[in-house]
């Protein structure tokens, strides 16, 4: 594919890495002349010096046959209006967005209906974008997930899905500890799949010969009622959390906080996590800018709120942060958030979420002590990158580092693979079958090899990154 993305900060860098590694034909432009600089020597792609929203730009970039155009720079307004012009002059090209303004996303009885036309292909969709990708919504997601389980660990979750995947740790002397994969069963009555597994060295996928020792990683999948079972059996101990610090009164935590308080009106998270409001005795906000702060104590005049830095020692004593159960950063001052959540955890608090760019900055988080680290960079990533690999593919998820992904499938009918047992087309070590809904169902359901694979099925599958494309037109219909 020949893409074009406008806007090299952080998130159009990673993802340009990521295309060019699947040998895309990518372009990225930028207009500052550092950025630029510094991207040309680390990226075997096209850079360009130039204003992304110029309709000139674009055309010397090869906007004319380019597949995708991907707008990512740090304005909402200038990604919308450049997919506009584009619209007007090039419909045929897919266009992609970050959007973070949520007002952009506000559903009326017409819009949604003007959506569902767009979706069947009747008209084209508003802004002429084809997808507008929310980053905020997907953070503070993950956050709220994270949340649920007691704030101990990742997890990441499917639409329409009760089923969960849970990164825990082995625990020193834990009833895992030393217990072979194959085992497992022996543990534990509730349905489950051990999706990976993750050392110091390496992550892949499981065989029933390796040994789990401490300190290692589990990949768990299972029901979301049942993974308090796993948390404890990998030794984690389960704290309820009833006093909530939350840092950061922007966008991201003002979607948290919308889901958290129980009396606040406007509802921008799905309803799924009414759950978390129970037993909390206190919740406060901190932030230090003036305007977030007159907003936050306007919208929620039952919760404190407080103007301060975090970072401040009078202010911690002051408000006893080291007594809280759980301490959420969520501002996108990101190694902020990883320092601030990492020393307050030293003094005593309970568990610590924070925000951080990419997954690599989430294993540093992970390593000076902070329990749960959210990469927003990898959610946007990962976003895109399912767009962008067609209407099969609706979901796309990176784990471990970028060392495997998650897919999220629908059987074409022209596959070869239809009708066809798991057993039978299985290959060790390349790919994992994790869950299946057959066209017309509404629940997943955990496949065994005797599951029979028929077009229109939802699948989520598990493959090492190097071979998720091999994976991908094997199901798609490539017989190697």
Avoid: W
């Amino acid at each position: 594919m020949k893409i074009i993305i406008v806007g090299a900060g952080l998130t159009g860098t990673e993802l340009a890495k990521k295309l060019v590694s699947e040998k895309n034909n990518v372009v990225l432009i930028d207009n500052n002349e550092e950025t630029v600089r510094h991207v040309s020597n680390r990226l075997d792609c096209m850079v360009i010096h130039a204003d992304g929203n110029s309709l000139d730009t674009l055309e010397e970039a090869g906007i004319a046959k380019a597949d995708a155009l991907i707008l990512l720079t740090n304005s909402d307004e200038v990604n919308m209006i450049t997919c506009s012009l584009v619209e007007a002059i090039y419909p045929q090209v897919m266009k992609i967005a970050r959007v973070r303004n949520y007002k952009y996303y506000v559903k009326t009885k017409k819009t949604q209906k003007y959506k569902e036309l767009a979706a069947d292909g009747e008209v084209r969709p508003l802004y002429g974008i084809d997808h507008m990708v929310y980053p905020d919504r997907e953070a503070s997601v993950a956050i709220l997930r994270a949340i649920e389980h007691g704030a101990v660990t990742d997890v990441l979750s499917f639409d329409n899905s009760d089923y969960e995947i849970m990164r825990v740790q082995v625990e020193k002397e834990s009833r895992l500890d030393g217990q072979k994969v194959q085992d497992l069963r022996t543990f534990v009555e509730n349905p489950f799949l051990l999706v990976y597994l993750e050392n110091k060295t390496e992550a892949r996928l499981p065989m029933g010969s390796t040994v789990i020792q401490a300190g290692d990683y589990l990949g768990i999948l299972s029901h979301k009622d049942h993974m308090d079972e796993f948390l404890q059996l990998c030794g984690n101990h389960i704290s309820d959390l009833n006093k909530i610090a939350l840092v950061g009164a922007g966008h991201i935590g003002t979607l948290i906080a919308d889901a958290m308080l129980p009396h606040h009106k406007t509802r921008k998270i799905p309803k799924l996590f009414t759950s978390i409001q129970k037993s909390r005795q206190k919740i406060i906000i901190i932030d230090k800018d003036e305007t977030r702060i007159k907003a936050a104590a306007a919208h929620y005049p039952d919760t404190d709120v407080f103007k301060a830095d975090i970072t401040d020692e009078d202010f911690i004593q002051e408000e006893n942060l080291a007594s809280y159960d759980l301490l959420i950063c969520a501002t996108h001052n990101h190694e902020k958030n990883m320092v601030v959540s990492a020393y307050l955890k030293s003094l005593g608090v309970g568990k610590t979420i924070c925000l951080v760019p990419s997954s690599s900055f989430a294993e540093i988080a992970r390593r000076i002590g902070v329990d749960v680290a959210v990469p927003i960079k990898d959610t946007v990533v990962d976003t895109i990158i399912g767009h962008l690999r067609g209407k099969s593919v609706t979901g796309v998820h990176t784990v471990s580092d970028g060392d495997l992904e998650i897919i999220e499938y629908v059987m074409p009918a022209d596959s070869h693979l239809n009708g066809k047992a798991l057993k039978d087309i299985s290959k060790p070590g390349k790919f994992l079958v994790l869950l299946q809904r057959r066209q017309g169902e509404s629940d997943y359901l955990i496949p065994s090899g005797n599951t029979i694979l028929n077009s229109g099925d939802n699948l989520v599958i598990i493959a090492n990154m190097e071979d998720q494309a091999k994976v991908i037109d094997y199901f798609g219909g490539s017989e190697e």
